[in-house]
């Protein structure tokens, strides 16, 4: 079973940036795209890109403009760049590869931004 391992997180000021790294152990079979989530107490699990195998990035409204995936597929890697970080954004933050016949998740890890 390939495993997604999620780097980056850290403490951050408002304003700030951070950039989160995806590593995925190996190829990962009936790939369809990869995904970044976050997940908060108080708003559940969000989505805030997916990257689709043809390199087409989506965002969820509430998410462009700020945050931008990008992958390396040769090294098995995708990323998350956030750019003026804001509170509401503290999360933890999880990668995963949306696959066929079962998606696989990260162990996810912390963002917060601080006011």
């Known amino acids: 079973q390939v495993q997604l391992v999620e780097s980056g997180g850290g403490l951050v000021q408002a304003g700030e940036s951070l950039r989160l790294s995806c590593a995925a152990s190996?190829?990962?079979?009936?790939?369809?795209?990869m995904r970044w989530f976050r997940q908060t107490p108080g708003h559940g699990r969000e989505l805030v890109a997916r990257?689709?195998?043809?390199?087409?990035?989506y965002y969820p409204w509430s998410m462009k403009g700020r945050f931008t995936i990008s992958g390396d597929t040769a090294a098995n890697m995708v990323y998350l760049q956030m750019n003026d970080l804001k509170p509401e954004d503290t999360a933890v933050y999880f990668c995963?590869?949306?696959?066929?016949?079962?998606?696989?998740w990260g162990q996810g890890t912390q963002v917060t931004v601080s006011s």
């Open positions: 990257l689709s195998t043809d390199n087409v990035a």
């Open positions: 190996g190829k990962i079979d009936g790939l369809r795209a």
């Open positions: 995963t590869a949306e696959r066929v016949p079962r998606d696989i």
